[in-house]
């Protein structure tokens, strides 16, 4: 019998960890069945306090702090997780779903180069960066729900680059603030607009609206072909997703009611339109003609990664979807998150998204 690491304990800090750093996937990972919830709050976790360790640093520190994450990586994979809950979780994950090495290595790449304070001449770069910090993760929550197949992952990994491009048009004003600069800078050149300016001193011009809108577009291309991916999944899984998909989507959408503005307002879903959104998501699917568009090709490792590791014991697929019980759940998440979100606006302090 394999041995296991994580413990109740652990599984509780990561839920946790969550709850705090993250109401939108918090919210949508409510429609997850158990079998699947809690492996995903043990992945998120992982990535989660990843970013965090080499974001919460000095700039100075943050190339020792990727190496020390890679180090934690390569330690979960040998089953010697170091002291964390975070990593003992993923070390039974990573065992129990078959998922390479390659996908979370390829996340702490994509930290790397955030480290090193890269920036993205064209969209293609800006999607190879995209593809190692939301993609990868994209494609091991759909081998954590028992789906190995290539178009369903393709889809899976669309779905994590439109996420990824809607934060960073929601993020354009507080990421310029901390120096940090993700629009694609030819698309910045083609407006007008000159990085190094408007670093120092980040404005909403139309020009930078209209860049704003240019890579939204994008990311609802890829949320449009990421629907077709959803009915490969199991059924219990379904709402979940598609919730996280609607709502991340969502984002985008305030920020064009905002006149693209991302740099003197933060986008947000309010709780209760997180709930309209979250009931959306159990209706039917629509078509799957997209399922088997060619993946886009910066992906295109995380595929073959997949492909060159079968799992050892195939795993069963979850239990059937209770609707009514599961609803009556996420609605009262749905109150819990919209009083917090009524307290944070009172008091002043940020919303996650």
């Known amino acids: 019998m394999a041995v296991r690491h994580a413990d109740a304990a652990d599984h509780a800090a990561c839920r946790e960890a969550i709850r705090t750093g993250s109401r ?70 990573v065992m129990d779903y078959a998922i390479p090495q390659t996908l979370p290595a390829a996340l702490i790449e994509g930290l790397a180069w955030d480290a090193q304070g890269r920036g993205y001449e064209t969209l293609c770069d800006l999607t190879a960066y995209a593809a190692r910090v939301a993609a990868s993760v994209g494609a091991m929550m759909t081998l954590i729900m028992g789906v190995r197949d290539p178009h369903v992952l393709a889809r899976a990994c669309d779905l994590g680059l439109a996420m990824q491009f809607t934060n960073i048009a929601r993020d354009v004003g507080e990421d310029a603030r901390a120096g940090r600069l993700y629009l694609p800078l030819a698309w910045l050149r083609e407006a007008g607009i000159d990085p190094d300016v408007f670093l120092a001193g980040p404005v909403l011009t139309p020009p930078l609206e209209g860049v704003i809108a240019r890579l939204l577009a994008v990311a609802d291309g890829l949320y449009s072909r990421s629907e077709a991916g959803t009915g490969g999944l199991p059924l219990a899984c379904r709402p979940a997703i598609r919730a996280a998909r609607l709502i991340y989507a969502e984002i985008g959408r305030d920020i064009e009611r905002a006149g693209h503005d991302a740099i003197g307002r933060r986008a947000r879903v309010p709780g209760r339109r997180k709930a309209v959104l979250m009931a959306r ?13 060619p993946a886009v090709p910066e992906i295109a490792f995380l595929l073959e990664a997949v492909a060159a590791q079968a799992p050892d014991v195939a795993r069963s697929r979850p239990a059937w979807w209770n609707v009514p019980g599961q609803f009556v759940r996420v609605l009262d998440l749905i109150e819990v998150l919209r009083e917090r979100e009524a307290f944070t606006s009172e008091v002043g302090s940020p919303a996650a998204p």
């Open 24 to 93: 939108s996937f918090y919210a949508a990972s409510a429609l997850l069945p158990a079998s699947v919830r809690r492996p995903a709050y043990g992945l998120y976790a992982f990535c989660r306090l990843s970013d965090d360790a080499v974001d919460d640093v000095a700039p100075r520190d943050r190339a020792a702090a990727v190496v020390r994450l890679s180090n934690r990586l390569a330690r979960i994979y040998a089953g010697q997780p170091m002291e964390g809950a975070a990593d003992r979780a993923l070390a039974d994950i």
């Open 281 to 293: 998501a159990s209706l039917p699917l629509g078509s799957d003609l997209l399922l088997e568009e």
